[in-house]
């Protein structure tokens, strides 16, 4: 049986469920979602991005006093699909160098147009007063910096590199040379003289420096392995670089523990000599892994470089002295640094991790020289991605439980002010939402997982309740005690409210090959494609719920997207005798299928063993047993997961006559861009729900 939905969809669903539902889905959807947090070089300013229902703005809030005013310096009032980033302060602080349309997941990729806007979407580098007023268009490009005297800024576009001159409002773009590779990462040096950059070459990469004093190119201390996230010493002298083996160990998507120890480098720039400064234990931290910063390493003002290392099995910062040595870690204990910010007089470093709180974020500050690490926030919220003013300021993006993520300064005391309090909605149900209880359950094979659990206010009324399990996608990600700082998640997290107030008990899983919990937990053996051990989360997720007196085991639901629409769909095709429904968005379906998309030379001839695993760990493998009915979501501009996936998986139930739905968003890609294309997607599942797991109630 197969129904198919038309696009135009009733999206007031007030009647949906038996639950004591008091808010629609446009209004938990509806506060502006934050990101690009910024300080201002010069000045008490930060900005932001506000994603306000798809209308995507920089916004700036200028210290008064004690207090802050806020405006809004761009002017898109459209949910057209059109995404904003890329970020650059001219050095005075007086201007905002910015871009707009285009991939920022897949830059190099043609930009997407959702909105079907006639005249397509161009890719463009604009400029505009940190006041507001009309923006000017620069040039077509990505990834702008702006030079330390301001007069330029150097940018990628048609896969090479190019600079323009800010002082002439007639000046065209200039390419600054004939490069290869993928080129990334410019960063000026502090003096304005050079130009650094990393090139991949797939199996190897550089670092490069371009002297504009000489207009020559040199590639520093080149070598087979792969040289990432240059950053420049103080005199502008030297660069410190990583420097990565190449993985030959095959397929990605499975556990990847050890490897041939990643290094760091630090070369001179005039002579392009040279010199490991620190090298990975063999073993445990061996395989380099970053944290979710812009950058990786850091040059501090007294001599040190810092960065990332896994050597205890737990995310954390190290230092070494630019002249080598041993490396002192900064913040030990068993937890994990994520974002890191560093002062403008290259001292210190704050940074968001869950040290104590596991399934929260809060920042701390440590010298980037050593010492013990300071709390500087606490307490039931979340407070992540931090950024530091030059007079020392921590400005930070912060949710809740009841209110998404949006910017704050933070007081002397760790207290909290919010920026813009004023872009919430004054109908945004944030006091109506419920508290998300933090629980622990059994894996079929005993491994402890984590997960959060959404009580619908009817829970205590003594009935038992249908009930949803969502697993969310990466699987590099971890769901947390309160909004989500990613956009794709901060709208699950709100649907999943939006799912308890209709009456459904949900628990949102953080299965093995996350992050969070340490390089074991994320590098699960036989995970995704060597073996889908997760499928033993699934199913201790299932027995849970099954297990609580509150549910209905018989009325148990599964939704997810990406990875979590993988494990979605596995969790259907192996156990529909658990999960009688699902809404599998933009799902792998096919390993073998889906490696392509990220490894271009994939040939599953070339190592038939792990190829037949990775089919064997793969959804469609099982179809056969699949009977529960699935809803299928997916946008056919997908650049994460091809569009292939869902047209097999649906062409298979097909034919085996599993009921099914689909919805299809023309031009869309995986984390839609159109808010209305997420309203629509949301009401479309909870309406299946409503139909599979709520009749009769």
Not at 62 to 83: I, L, Q
Not at 165 to 188: I, Y
Request: net charge negative; aromatic share 10%.
């Amino acid at each position: 049986m197969i129904r198919r939905i038309a696009v135009a969809v009733c999206v007031c669903l007030f009647s949906l469920g038996a639950g004591a539902q008091s808010f629609t889905l446009e209004q938990v959807l509806s506060a502006p979602f934050s990101s690009a947090l910024q300080a201002s070089p010069q000045g008490g300013r930060f900005l932001w991005i506000a994603n306000q229902q798809g209308r995507r703005n920089i916004w700036v809030a200028e210290a008064s006093g004690s207090a802050y005013t806020v405006h809004r310096v761009t002017s898109d009032d459209a949910d057209d699909g059109v995404d904003v980033g890329d970020i650059a302060w001219t050095p005075d602080g007086e201007k905002i160098v910015y871009v707009r349309g285009g991939d920022f997941e897949f830059p190099e990729k043609p930009s997407p147009n959702p909105a079907l806007l006639p005249a397509g979407i161009e890719q463009e580098i604009w400029i505009v007063s940190v006041h507001g007023g009309d923006a000017r268009k620069l040039a077509a490009g990505r990834a702008p910096v702006v030079s330390p005297d301001g007069t330029m800024i150097a940018f990628l576009a048609n896969d090479q590199i190019w600079t323009l001159d800010l002082r002439d409002a007639s000046a065209k773009p200039v390419q600054l040379f004939h490069g290869r590779g993928d080129l990334e990462s410019l960063s000026w040096s502090p003096d304005g003289k050079y130009l650094a950059f990393a090139s991949r070459r797939g199996d190897h990469g550089f670092v490069g420096v371009y002297s504009f004093g000489e207009q020559s190119l040199r590639y520093l201390d080149p070598s087979t392995e792969i040289d990432v996230d240059p950053v420049w010493s103080p005199d502008s002298r030297s660069i410190a670089f990583v420097r990565i083996p190449p993985d030959t160990s095959g397929i990605d998507f499975k556990p990847r523990r050890e490897a041939q120890p990643w290094s760091i480098v630090v070369a001179d720039v005039k002579t392009g000599e040279g010199r490991t400064i620190w090298s990975a234990h063999k073993g445990q931290g061996s395989v380099f892994h970053a944290t979710e910063s812009e950058r990786q390493i850091f040059w501090s003002a007294g001599g040190q470089v810092v960065f990332p290392w896994e050597g205890t099995g737990w995310v954390h910062l190290y230092s070494v002295a630019s002249s080598g040595g041993d490396a002192t870690e900064l913040t030990p204990g068993e937890f994990e640094v994520d974002y890191v910010a560093f002062s403008k007089d290259r001292k210190t470093l704050v940074y968001s991790s869950n040290q104590d709180d596991i399934d929260r974020r809060h920042l701390w500050q440590v010298a980037a020289d050593g010492g013990s690490p300071r709390a500087l926030t606490h307490g039931e919220g979340l407070e992540m991605i931090p950024v530091v003013a030059p007079d020392g300021t921590v400005a930070v993006l912060r949710s809740d439980v009841h209110v998404p993520i949006r910017p704050a300064v933070v007081g002397a005391g760790g207290e909290l002010k919010d920026l813009a309090p004023q872009l919430v909605p004054a109908d945004f149900p944030g006091a109506k939402l419920v508290t998300p209880q933090q629980v622990i359950f059994s894996a079929a094979d005993g491994m402890r997982i984590h997960g959060q659990l959404f009580l619908p206010a009817s829970a205590s009324d003594g009935k038992k309740h249908p009930a949803l399990v969502f697993f969310h996608g990466g699987s590099r990600r971890q769901m947390l005690l309160g909004w989500h700082y990613m956009d794709y998640y901060s709208n699950a997290y709100g649907m999943n409210q939006y799912l308890a107030s209709l009456g459904y008990v949900v628990l949102s899983v953080n299965y093995r090959s996350g992050i969070g919990y340490g390089l074991n937990f994320r590098e699960a053996l036989n995970y995704g494609a060597a073996g889908a051990s997760e499928f033993n989360d699934v199913q201790g997720a299932g027995l849970y719920l099954r297990g609580r007196p509150d549910v209905d085991g018989a009325k148990i639901g599964v939704w997810g997207g990406s990875y979590g629409g993988y494990l979605t769909a596995l969790a259907l095709a192996r156990a529909s005798d658990m999960f009688a429904a699902g809404v599998d968005f933009h799902g792998v379906h096919d390993w073998n299928l889906e490696l392509e998309n990220w490894q271009p030379k994939y040939n599953p001839d070339a190592d038939q063993q792990a190829a037949r695993l990775a089919w064997e760990s793969s959804p469609l493998a099982s179809v056969k047993t699949w009977r529960s009915p699935v809803l299928l979501i997916q946008g056919d501009d997908d650049r994460n997961v091809q569009f292939s996936q869902t047209v097999r998986l649906a062409a298979a139930l097909r034919a085996q006559g599993t009921p099914f739905e689909e919805h299809v968003f023309p031009d869309e890609i995986h984390g839609f861009l159109l808010e209305r294309s997420w309203i629509t997607a949301y009401t479309l599942e909870a309406d299946f729900f409503r139909r599979y797991l709520m009749a009769g109630r």
